[in-house]
């Protein structure tokens, strides 16, 4: 198949991201297939987790802060009995016990990791100590702490004991938390040590892993397609992840303003609109951008620019 430039393609594509590869790499997969010019992913994935990786393509990426902070549910499972320096199976096995949970025993203490919590990164991370990733830091062998910080968990339950080693969990929270930490501090709550054996990203706000695309599928079919055809048909709107913030239509007038970047006043604007928020600006059944409201007067913050007139 011949390549032609989709850089006149926006929207969201939702990818299931296989195993051993990055996130960031994942995406740059995405770019070839498709041929576009701009692209990002909300919410990183691990090498070793698969599962929901929400992709913006081209001006969808204006749209991306909208979606990070939105609440993911993971399933994963831990592996009892070994703690490993990465807190998932990647890491050498530093801890190890002869402890094995019973049932209802860990059912019992899942109420403590509900709610807010105070959670403790895992050395192998992303976070920056002083200037420098914590991960570099502790493969230099470098000394160094982590704080713990607040989480929220908004679900947490147990969905089956596989076996004597291996216990499979489901988990909905919000931005920051890390399943390595909850895997390492349910083990040691309950008299082990224990690591993540697998996990899988399940949800990503609206974005469900049974409407996802496999990176195989994605590739068969844009191969076996007319040039360019097949990617509309993966992308959903990129206004899709701006249903939570209020939407006010403009007339084509103030629409063009808008699209050049200038605040245009809008007297219809409803009452319960707060100074200061964020709105999405629409012109007949296209959204233009988003906007700071600020007394019936509306300010370009993300001009989307695809639908400049």
């Not at 909850?182 to 040691?188: F, M, N, Q, T, Y």
Request: with cysteine; aromatic share 10%.
């Amino acid at each position: 198949m011949s390549k032609q430039n989709n850089f006149n393609y926006h929207g969201w594509l939702i990818l299931n991201k296989p195993i051993n590869i990055s996130s960031a790499r994942a995406v740059n997969i995405i770019k070839k297939i498709f041929n576009v010019k701009k692209a990002g992913h909300a919410g990183t994935l691990d090498p070793l987790a698969t599962g929901v990786l929400p992709v913006a393509i081209n001006t969808a990426t204006k749209t991306i802060p909208y979606l990070v902070n939105s609440e993911k549910t993971y399933r994963f499972i831990i592996k009892w009995g070994e703690q490993s320096v990465t807190d998932d199976a990647e890491g050498k096995i530093i801890f190890k016990s002869d402890n094995r949970p019973l049932e209802q025993d860990i059912k019992k203490i899942l109420k403590f990791f509900i709610g807010n919590i105070e959670q403790k990164p895992p050395r192998f991370s992303a976070l920056k100590i002083n200037g420098k990733r914590a991960y570099k830091l502790a493969r230099n062998n470098d000394e160094f702490e982590i704080s713990s910080r607040a989480v929220k968990v908004l679900d947490l339950k147990l969905l089956k004991c596989i076996d004597n080693d291996l216990a499979e969990f489901e988990v909905t929270c919000e931005k920051g938390f890390y399943i390595r930490s909850l895997a390492r501090d349910i083990s040691l709550k309950l008299g082990t040590f224990g690591h993540v054996y697998s996990l899988k990203r399940t949800k990503v706000g609206q974005f469900d892993i049974k409407d996802s695309f496999p990176l195989e599928t994605l590739e068969k079919l844009v191969h076996s397609a007319p040039a360019g055809k097949m990617t509309k048909d993966f992308l959903l709107p990129l206004d899709c992840v701006l249903d939570d913030i209020p939407a006010l239509y403009i007339s084509d007038e103030k629409a063009k303003m808008f699209c050049h970047g200038q605040t245009v006043n809008n007297k219809l604007s409803s009452d319960y609109i707060p100074n200061g928020s964020d709105v999405l600006v629409k012109n007949r059944d296209r959204s233009l951008g988003i906007a700071v409201f600020f007394e019936e007067s509306l300010k370009p913050k993300r001009v989307f620019s695809n639908f400049i007139y």
